[in-house]
Structure formats: structure tokens, C-alpha cells
């Protein structure tokens, strides 16, 4: 689905990246950008969000790749990843689900650990994706 380069920017004079993200994105060839807005944990119109950590972090992942689809995007597409923790505990869990759901690509990225709107909501993400 993507036919721009999106290149990792990883400095020598920076410790290399844990996981899969990079420091920086440099694209090149893109003519179209996406803006994903926060997308949260929701299955459905009624609003209803999963208890569990793990089913809400898939949903939300969910969400955010019908926004890429209905734009022809793609995970390959995505530059830059925003992701908001209610609590730090879910760290690992979300490390791991973001790898099942990017693979081998690594955007940049950024997680921060805050209040979210909806007590029940325990992440929310945001992210850019380019295409041509």
C-alpha cells in the first residue's frame, strides 16, 4: 500500500531504539498525509469498552487501521505513532501488541503516560501515515 520511502533516522550519537520504533522518520515521495485522531476503545456505536488491557489495546489498534484502510493506507504507511498510557503497568503489554501489529516496521513514536478522557479508557493513539 505505500509507495513513498519511509526511512529511519537513527543517529550514531543516540542509544539505538528498544523495540520497534526509530528515533526520527524522514519521508520522501509523499503526496498524501493522514492525521488519525485519537482513537479509543470503543467496539461499537453504544460506546462499549472491553475491561481488559490487551482487548481494548487490539480495538484501538483496530480503529486506527480502518482509518489508514478507508484513506488506502496501510501499517507501512505510518510515520509517526502517539500512544497514551492511563497507567505506566501497561507498558509491556502495549510493547508487545504494537509489535503484533507493526511487525517488522518501525515509525516514530512516542508514549506518554496521563490522564485519559474516559476513566475506562485505558490508552488512546494517535498517529500520521503518508502515502502518494
Known amino acids: 500500500m505505500t509507495d513513498v520511502d519511509i526511512r529511519p533516522i537513527n543517529p550514531s550519537v543516540l542509544p539505538e531504539p528498544t523495540g520497534n520504533y526509530t528515533h526520527g522518520t524522514l519521508v520522501t515521495g509523499a503526496g498524501r498525509t493522514v492525521f488519525v485522531s485519537g482513537q479509543v476503545p470503543w467496539a461499537d456505536e453504544a460506546g462499549k469498552v472491553p475491561e481488559d488491557f ?3 489495546c487490539r480495538l484501538v489498534w483496530h480503529n ?3 482509518v489508514l484502510a ?4 496501510g501499517v ?3 510515520a509517526k505513532v502517539t500512544t497514551y498510557l492511563s497507567d505506566r503497568r501497561y507498558r509491556e503489554a502495549n510493547s508487545r501488541i504494537r509489535a ?5 516496521h518501525a515509525p ?3 508514549i506518554i503516560i496521563t ?3 474516559a476513566e475506562e479508557w485505558l490508552l488512546e493513539i494517535d498517529a500520521i501515515a503518508v502515502g502518494r
Open 100 to 104: 503484533e501489529v507493526l511487525g517488522d
Open 64 to 66: 486506527v487501521l480502518a
Open 108 to 110: 516514530a513514536l512516542t
Open 54 to 56: 490487551d482487548t481494548q
Open 70 to 73: 478507508e484513506a488506502g493506507m
Open 76 to 78: 507501512r504507511n505510518l
Open 115 to 117: 490522564d485519559i478522557y
